[in-house]
């Protein structure tokens, strides 16, 4: 099982943007899946972005379409999401996600798929 350990979470204003990282231990990190997931105070956890394997698929949440990109460096062994045109309903702590299964648009937002976690980065966005 990955390990993985995300950053870069911070305040920011409307508006503005973020970059958060997500670092994964070992060696087959070129074979997960990868995605982030994002959950505010009350709320269920929601998906947030996801990108395959080989890095060319990608898939997204309704909410962010537009505004985040996801992705990930096999060198760094490293994935990203640069968050722009933040809003204040983007506020929540992100967690990243790994699993080994092929990548499928159909249910690579189910967060039940993914078999490691990270501890998860506080993104707070307000005045």
């Known amino acids: 099982q990955v390990q993985l350990a995300e950053s870069g979470g911070g305040l920011a204003q409307p508006g503005g943007s973020l970059r958060l990282s997500c670092v994964a231990s070992?060696?087959?990190?070129?074979?997960?899946?990868l995605a982030w997931f994002r959950q505010s105070p009350g709320k269920e956890r929601e998906f947030v972005a996801a990108?395959?394997?080989?890095?060319?698929?990608?898939s997204y949440g309704d909410s962010v379409k537009g505004r985040f990109t996801i992705s990930r460096d096999s060198g760094k062994n490293t994935v990203y999401l640069q968050m722009s045109g933040l809003k204040p309903e983007d506020t929540a702590v992100y967690y990243c996600?790994?699993?080994?299964?092929?990548?499928?648009?159909?249910?690579?937002?189910?967060?039940?798929?993914?078999?490691?976690w990270g501890q998860g980065t506080l993104v707070t966005v307000s005045e």
């Open positions: 990108i395959a394997q080989n890095g060319r698929l990608t």
């Open positions: 996600a790994a699993d080994s299964a092929a990548f499928f648009v159909r249910d690579v937002g189910d967060a039940n798929k993914y078999r490691s």
């Open positions: 070992g060696s087959a990190f070129s074979t997960y899946r």
